[in-house]
């Protein structure tokens, strides 16, 4: 019996168990607001609308295209309106500001019914919990500290393996340069610079990571080591990078890497789906693994997409809420949709050997050892640990540092610890 097939015959049961009872059943609905408005993002989503219709539920869905203030905007306005949707895409430190209003619904029936919290990756539950109780289900992991190589291109000048250390690196970027090649493939936005600039610091010094970026500490974010981590950006975007980064969209800088152009691309792992869209296979003639760190363990910078429910009044949207985030949290769905995002189960105890691919499997093996390890991280740059204004600040000025080359180092560290201190 397949998962929704056994689901549409629990839900046959309920509805006689009702009727037998002679009570009134809600029958379950839901109104998702979200941002996957186009590509992968938008068939990932359409895999649960897909599973939810199947299992008896009505989908209804607001796809808002665009940067997640957009989506935010909407979401402030239907609250105001006293029309908030049952479930939105939301994550990070936005769960917490907007269960604090006391609008999000309550699910730690169902999560403890369902045993959510054995499974689901620790670092996930205070974000999905921020005052003890459940509130959002997560529907995956994505891992942003990863290094993409074309091995044909790397092969061309000397280079035998993926850099493990940020000295490995640029001995393989002095390389590419020598060899006539781009060593870095990049495009500069807020997002795209933070990405890359994160990497850097975490690769660099965990203790400093935690303390700038999930801490938001003042005197870390001006500190040597965030100066040294501005010194081998520098040298990536002067040296290792192509003049052409500002302006440049995803694919084109996805396409310099696949295509041998370039070595390497920083990137997280989203990047799956652009690679086997154009034909070729992660894991093969493209090289996946993790991004250089000097400290010599598994390592790795979590973001995840979850749906946070929001409290109503009509029982068709309450039951709609519980089916929902039962299939959410499913074995099952965490499967299908992680195959076709890139990601990996949010859940611990999902076996990826059927479907997903050597990239994804080898995320799930660094996700586990660096929880043993203590080296797990959420990412700021993705909006999972500090507050969007200081979050803005930061990556105002990594971006503004990549995009004005007489900035020095050390101006660039004290003006972002400045400028998240006027945030305070």
């Known amino acids: 019996m397949t998962f929704t097939t056994k689901v549409a015959a629990a839900a046959t049961t309920m509805l006689a168990a009702a009727l037998l009872s002679g009570t009134a059943m809600a029958a379950p609905k839901v109104l998702m607001l979200h941002q996957w408005a186009s590509g992968n993002d938008a068939a990932s989503i359409a895999k649960l609308g897909e599973m939810f219709t199947a299992a008896g539920g009505t989908w209804e869905q607001t796809a808002i295209a665009g940067h997640t203030a957009n989506t935010l905007a909407k979401l ?34 169902l999560a403890t019914a369902e045993g959510w919290d054995k499974v689901v990756a620790p670092e996930l539950l205070p974000v999905m919990k921020p005052e003890g109780k459940w509130v959002a289900a997560p529907m995956n992991i994505h891992r942003i500290n990863w290094v993409w190589g074309n091995k044909a291109a790397m092969e061309a000048v000397g280079v035998t393996e993926l850099p493990k250390t940020w000295a490995d690196f640029n001995a393989a970027c002095d390389k590419a340069v020598a060899g006539g090649k781009i060593c870095l493939a990049h495009l500069s936005a807020d997002w795209t610079d933070a990405t890359t600039f994160e990497t850097i610091v975490y690769g660099q010094d ?88 000097d400290w010599g363990k598994p390592g790795f910078i979590l973001n995840s997409d979850s749906v946070v429910f929001f409290k109503q009044k009509d029982p068709d949207y309450q039951e709609g809420q519980k089916l929902l985030a039962s299939l959410i949290l499913s074995p099952e769905f965490q499967k299908v949709f992680n195959i076709t995002k890139g990601s990996i189960p949010a859940r611990l105890d999902v076996d990826l050997k059927d479907g997903f691919n050597v990239c994804q499997q080898d995320s799930q093996t660094a996700l586990k050892a660096s929880i043993a390890d203590g080296t797990l991280v959420r990412s700021m740059a993705h909006n999972m640990t500090v507050l969007q204004k200081y979050r803005g600040a930061m990556m105002d000025l990594i971006t503004e540092f990549v995009n004005t080359p007489e900035m020095t180092s050390e101006e660039a560290a004290n003006l972002m610890a400045d400028a998240v201190e006027a945030q305070m």
């Open 76 to 109: 402030r306005a239907d609250v105001v309106a006293g029309n908030a949707p049952s479930a939105v895409q939301l994550k990070g430190p936005e769960i917490a500001e907007w269960n604090a209003t006391g609008g999000t619904a309550d699910m730690d029936e």
């Open 206 to 293: 965990l203790d400093l990571y935690k303390k700038a970026f999930v801490e938001a500490d003042v005197e870390a974010l001006r500190s040597p080591g965030m100066i040294k981590a501005f010194d081998q950006m520098r040298l990536m975007v002067t040296k290792y990078m192509d003049p052409a980064i500002a302006g440049r969209d995803y694919d084109t800088a996805s396409n310099m890497m696949v295509n041998g152009d370039a070595l390497f691309f920083i990137m997280g792992d989203w990047e799956l789906g652009a690679i086997k869209s154009v034909g070729h296979e992660p894991g093969g003639d493209i090289l996946c693994g993790q991004s250089p760190t």
